[in-house]
């Protein structure tokens, strides 16, 4: 949510500070690397959706999979999908701005929540060989 508000205050304000009356608004994106990184996330999360929810299920054991919100569980796909699917991607940083993501979208205990079984999975995950991160100080990571 305050992404959003931070976007709407920014277009406003690229508005009045503009003596040109036909500003377009700003863009979705702000290049087209991020364009190629929401396309390429959203497929990868699109695509292996029903292995990640899987995932998530096995280490939620405890929890009743129907009472999981289901914002917890998109954020939870979107995070593996990035974990596995961005090598360049340090995994710290995928898990906090997930993290933070969900403070922002989902119920005031879901952080806690996500925190727990992601860093499980993560776990499981680098044992398995299946997050892998490549690049300058990731290697080892």
Do not use: C
Request: charged share 30%; no cysteine.
């Amino acid at each position: 949510m305050e992404f959003v508000i931070n976007m709407v205050i920014k277009t406003i304000k690229k508005f009045q500070d503009a003596s040109d009356k036909n500003i377009p608004l700003m863009g979705m994106y702000k290049n087209e690397d991020d364009k190629y990184f929401v396309k390429q996330l959203f497929s990868k999360t699109i695509l292996n959706g029903e292995e990640y929810r899987l995932l998530i299920d096995r280490h939620a054991q405890n929890w009743e999979i129907d009472r999981i919100a289901f914002m917890d569980i998109l954020v939870m796909q979107l995070a593996i999908a990035e974990m596995i699917e961005f090598p360049e991607i340090p995994t710290k940083v995928s898990f906090n701005e997930y993290l933070e993501i969900s403070k922002y979208y989902s119920t005031s205990k879901s952080s806690n929540f996500i925190n727990g079984i992601l860093d499980k999975i993560i776990h499981e995950l680098k044992q398995e060989k299946k997050i892998v991160k490549r690049g300058r100080g990731l290697i080892g990571e």
